[in-house]
């Protein structure tokens, strides 16, 4: 049986992957790092998940965790992930998305070189290229704290495949949502919205810039890809993405659409929403993944949110808690 280390498993691509690779007869570690209240509930439903503690934070945590383990895959997930996050704590950005990456390469040099390793990156990393449908070698701009620890970790990434041999691969993987995105990212937080407001529960929600445009997939074709990556005969970079580019509008009108609701009667401008640098529009060219991995996304961008609120309808109904 092969073996995979997912770090960040408590996240939301950490359950999808988890759930696939344990489907398809993998066994599978999470790392999740110590935290005072329980944050699983998106592992709850996975049987055979194997879960251990480490912290990209420290070195000897993983260093540990790939000797007691020895995974055949290292999935690095974790990271501070929220952009708006990344400007007020972009100290710890660096530590744990930038910084952690290089710990976890460290510890796979030194414990077991032949560990195959994903780092995800994110698209954040072109930020302003000018290129419209950014593929594999499209420059980076990044435009966050985030992006640029994000680009750190990608190159030394790379740089390790090309100084050690490691079969290293960074995936540049576009936003990808689903009913397990964390509430304050815009998707979740407007599906979020657009069912309260179905059930009379609340009445709006206020949303930094609606015309900014991203390229929108489901998280759960997003982690088939990462899997894909790490099984191919040799290392390549990857960007994931739908080629299609749909702006927060879009996604609004979509969402309260779905309820029956007019987005315009529940979503009101937040100035403190606006970041300090924008991207007006990311759209990704992802014919390499197509024809090498043969990887394409099963969920349209309109079944997307559907699938997105429904879930949430269905929760506010149950009266179930949001997370
Ligand atoms: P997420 O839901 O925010 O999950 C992030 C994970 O990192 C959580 O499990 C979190 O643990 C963990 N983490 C944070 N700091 C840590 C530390 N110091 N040590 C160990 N674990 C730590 O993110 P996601 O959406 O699943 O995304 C997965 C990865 O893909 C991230 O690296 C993200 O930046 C990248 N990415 C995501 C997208 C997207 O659209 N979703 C696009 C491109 C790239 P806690 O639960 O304890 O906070």
Redesign the pocket.
């Known amino acids: 049986m092969s073996r995979a280390l997912i770090?960040?498993?408590?996240?939301?691509?950490?359950s999808f992957l988890a759930e696939q690779l344990l489907a398809a007869g993998w066994e599978v570690i999470g790392?999740?790092?110590r935290?005072a209240s329980p944050?699983h509930w998106r592992l709850a439903h996975l049987r055979g998940l194997v879960l251990d503690s480490?912290?990209?934070?420290d070195q000897g945590s993983l260093i540990d965790a790939l000797r007691r383990h020895r995974p055949d895959h290292v999935y690095?997930?974790?990271?501070?992930?929220?952009v708006p996050t990344s400007w007020r704590q972009p100290v710890l950005t660096g530590e744990?998305?930038a910084l952690?990456c290089a710990r976890m390469l460290e510890a796979i040099r030194l414990v077991n070189p032949e560990i195959r390793f994903y780092q995800?990156?994110?698209?954040?990393m072109f930020g302003l290229s000018g290129a419209d449908g950014q593929g594999e070698g499209a420059p980076f701009h990044p435009r966050s704290p985030?992006g640029v620890a994000?680009v750190y970790a990608h190159h030394l990434t790379v740089n390790y495949r090309e100084s050690y041999g490691i079969f290293a691969v960074g995936g540049i993987?576009?936003?990808?949502?689903s009913e397990r995105?964390?509430e304050e990212f815009v998707t979740r937080k407007l599906a979020i919205a657009a069912a309260e407001a179905k059930l009379g529960r609340r009445d709006g929600v206020g949303l930094g810039r609606l015309d900014v445009r991203r390229d929108w997939g489901f998280?759960g074709d997003y982690t088939r890809a990462m899997h894909l990556m790490l099984c191919q005969d040799d290392a390549q970079d990857f960007v994931v993405a739908t080629g299609e580019a749909w702006s927060v509008q879009d996604f609004a009108e979509r969402a309260f659409g779905c309820v029956g609701l007019d987005w315009r009667d529940h979503v009101r401008h937040d100035p403190d929403q606006l970041r300090p640098a924008e991207i007006p529009c990311l759209r990704g060219d992802a014919t390499r993944a197509r024809h090498a991995l043969g990887w394409a996304p099963a969920l349209s961008f309109d079944q997307l949110v559907e699938r997105m609120v429904r879930a949430e309808v269905d929760r506010v109904s149950a009266g179930r808690q949001g997370h």
């Open positions: 770090t960040g498993i408590t996240g939301q691509d950490g790392l999740h790092r935290s944050n480490a912290d990209l934070l690095n997930l974790a990271a501070q992930s929220f744990v998305t952690g995800a990156g994110s698209s954040e985030y994000k993987l576009f936003n990808h949502e995105r964390g998280a």
